[in-house]
């Protein structure tokens, strides 16, 4: 209780000490969490991959985030082993020296204390003896003045005088010597124990101190060093951008629904006047020769070519249509000469 | 329905594409949503002072982490706005003028198949005509060669005759003008309207795909751009716990505990004895001079310096003792010079 109450300060202060300490390893161990769920939740499943450069692209974003999201846990996993593992082993370990010391601190009060108790008991029986010295020696004295006291009377207190100064003396000689004990413990315990106990408790708490201040530089450090592959990972998203090419996607959409038919040409024309033309060929009848001959203005004749394609039963124009318009359209070529008109 | 089986692959294709935009503005709605997350989570109140650096350099650690978390923030909102948000506004563009494209398609295709059953009709009809006409010139001439044929009724069946021929001759005009204006308009349709419209969709779709790329491009750059303030950020933590020094942490322990009070010096000697030899003085007491007459061995005779603290009632040494003790423990200054033992 002494001790703790003019060392209470040191208590105090080196406990708090330890206290800011495991208050950091909290802190920390927090941030390591929150990186370890901020990882969890960045990184995704692979997914399936595309012909088309700009789903290549995303998926490639997605892979350097995944990668982005590994910087993260190497943080967190960093943060865990190289701060929390490390200052809670040192905080425990102070713990234990922090006690040692006041324990001992302690042990010297207590010691003092005893050295103490001595002195006042001694200086105690030493007043008393002296009383009792005084009032012997008086007693002497008055029988020495006294003409009716016999000689041995006067003797027999001079001796009882004689032997109270005595004890008195020797009493002062054990006193003395409890005094001269206590101050040298007291100037001991000053100027050596508790110095010494104390600088060890200094040179503790500044030993925590610069272990908690290399905490505190490892905090940034573990950011710092993953700095460079995160920066690779944004390399890797920007070039994943890059590679973006709009008309390849146009191309490869090409390749994959191009067919190479042609467009279905001209429907020709069909002459159902013959039989009356070849029936009626040398007669007489009004009608006008060189237009029911079937010879009919080459405009109205196109080419068979498609045609099979354009009455075929099923979704009409569609077959002929379908196959080259891709190739068409996504080409921008025209798929040859317009017809002549 | 024509058009959506050959018009379809088109059709499956830039829809993909809007799902693409789609599902990457969602992939980074998400990340945003965890860097807000992640900046909350890293984000701490302010925290009470201390005159200790090595409390001060913690809150400077936490402090810059809030900035940190400032920057993620700023990386959500950045993503946010710069890549959500004008990526749905394009989506939606897209999607409407989309939507005008397949229209033209429908009813270009709409119009070819009007053409074509035109077509059918009047070829239908023409060929009707002509077996007419046909058979009427078979009765004409069947009565021409009949001798008991009146003239009226062969000169009636001639005209009957040339009736028919004239009327498939005028189908046939129509049929010729129906064919030529669906071959027209199949020409049209295959060389003019549907490669412009698929041009169109094609432009629609590359530009699409520009936006997307340029929503990869902003991902990572949003991330580049907090890299040199968060490089700030780990050089604020960094100094902070540079600036941590643990001499400096002990002198504000000392100044905070030390009242500059004296040790306690040696305990006097009280001699009670004194009456005794002044009674004494002259008597032939055999008690040894120069041991009773106060006059000790100045060894055991202390000053009276700090006598006040030793002998205070509250914890005795305390009063006396914890003030200089910081004092000395802390500096390590041994409080003046050793008594002379």
Redesign the interface.
């Given at each position: 209780m002494?001790w703790g109450?003019?060392?209470g300060?040191?208590e105090r202060?080196t406990q708090w000490?330890l206290d800011?300490m495991e208050?950091?390893v909290k802190?920390v161990k927090e941030?390591t969490e929150?990186e370890q769920?901020?990882a969890k939740?960045?990184s995704h499943s692979p997914l399936a991959l595309s012909l088309f450069c700009?789903?290549q692209?995303?998926l490639q974003?997605?892979k350097?985030?995944n990668d982005f999201a590994g910087q993260r846990e190497v943080v967190a996993e960093n943060l865990m082993t190289r701060i929390c593992v490390e200052l809670s082993k040192h905080a425990q370990e102070l713990k234990q020296e922090r006690k040692l010391h006041f324990q001992e601190g302690r042990r010297a009060?207590q010691q003092?204390?005893n050295s103490?108790k001595q002195?006042e008991n001694s200086?105690r029986k030493?007043?008393r003896d002296?009383?009792e010295?005084?009032k012997a020696?008086?007693v002497a004295?008055k029988l020495d003045q006294d003409l009716n006291a016999t000689k041995a009377d006067v003797e027999k207190a001079k001796q009882q005088?004689?032997l109270r100064?005595?004890m008195?003396?020797e009493s002062?000689n054990e006193?003395?010597s409890f005094?001269?004990k206590?101050?040298?413990d007291?100037?001991q315990f000053?100027?050596l124990e508790?110095?010494q106990?104390?600088?060890k408790?200094?040179e503790m708490?500044?030993?925590r101190?610069?272990q908690?201040?290399?905490g505190?530089?490892i905090?940034?450090?573990t950011?710092?060093q993953v700095?460079p592959i995160?920066?690779k990972?944004?390399?890797g998203?920007?070039a994943?951008?890059?590679s973006?090419n709009?008309?390849n996607?146009?191309q490869v959409?090409i390749e994959l629904?191009k067919s190479g038919f042609e467009?279905?040409g001209?429907?020709d024309?069909?002459?159902?006047?013959q039989?009356?033309n070849r029936?009626?060929s040398d007669?007489s009848?009004?009608?006008?020769r060189g237009?029911?001959d079937g010879r009919?203005?080459p405009?109205?004749l196109?080419k068979n070519k498609g045609k099979r394609w354009l009455f075929s039963k099923k979704?009409?124009?569609?077959l002929a249509?379908?196959p080259w318009?891709?190739l068409?359209?996504?080409v921008?070529d025209?798929?040859g000469p317009?017809?002549n008109?």
């Open positions: 002494d109450s003019w060392g300060g040191l202060h000490g800011l208050k950091y802190f941030r929150i769920a901020y939740q960045l700009q789903y692209a995303f974003v997605v350097e985030l009060q003092l204390e103490f002195l200086k030493f007043e002296c009383r010295a005084e020696m008086l004295e005088a004689n100064s005595h008195a003396e002062k006193y003395a005094l001269q206590f101050n040298r007291q100037s000053y100027f508790m110095p106990i104390f600088n408790l200094q708490d500044e030993r101190t610069v908690l201040k290399e505190y530089g905090f940034s450090e950011e710092r700095m995160i920066g990972c944004l390399d998203m920007k994943a951008a890059d973006v709009e008309k996607d146009s959409l629904h467009r279905p001209d429907v024309f069909e002459d159902f006047s039989p009356i029936t009626s007669s009848l009004g009608t006008p237009t029911l009919l203005d405009r109205l196109g979704n009409k124009v569609e249509v379908r318009l891709w068409l359209c996504w921008g025209t798929g317009e017809p008109r």
